[in-house]
């Protein structure tokens, strides 16, 4: 699998729709299938973070690294909503500084990371 900034593209080829005006990301490509892409969306309503993989995709260590490469680069508070059908995910979201808040949306709950 091949790790590369993601573009609009990208967006478009995973999820169908036009990207919002502001966003960034990484995309993990493994020749031309898209495996999986996070990133943070910049909006009114805040710092929005996202992942999502290809159902059955083992999303390796390189992807948590970049997810904490991505965060790094962005010192601002980001919100993400914590998916709990998906394996691991709080424990994932803890790992990369992540706390879990009493706000929910839909039926996840808001986590926040504070840049």
Not at 7 to 14: I, Q
Not at 35 to 55: K, L, R, Y
Request: proline share 4%; with cysteine.
């Amino acid at each position: 699998m091949k790790v590369r900034v993601a573009e609009n593209k990208d967006f478009v080829r995973l999820y169908g729709i036009e990207p919002p005006p502001k966003w960034r990301g990484y995309v993990g490509v493994n020749g031309d299938v898209i495996i999986g892409m996070g990133g943070i969306i910049e909006s009114e309503a805040g710092n929005w973070g996202f992942f999502d993989a290809i159902p059955g995709a083992k999303v390796p260590v390189v992807i948590h690294r970049l997810a904490k490469r991505l965060l790094s680069e962005f010192n601002d508070t980001v919100n993400v909503v914590c998916d709990t059908k998906i394996a691991n995910a709080e424990k994932w979201l803890l790992r990369l500084g992540f706390k879990q808040t009493d706000e929910e949306y839909g039926y996840m709950k808001v986590w926040v990371r504070n840049g």
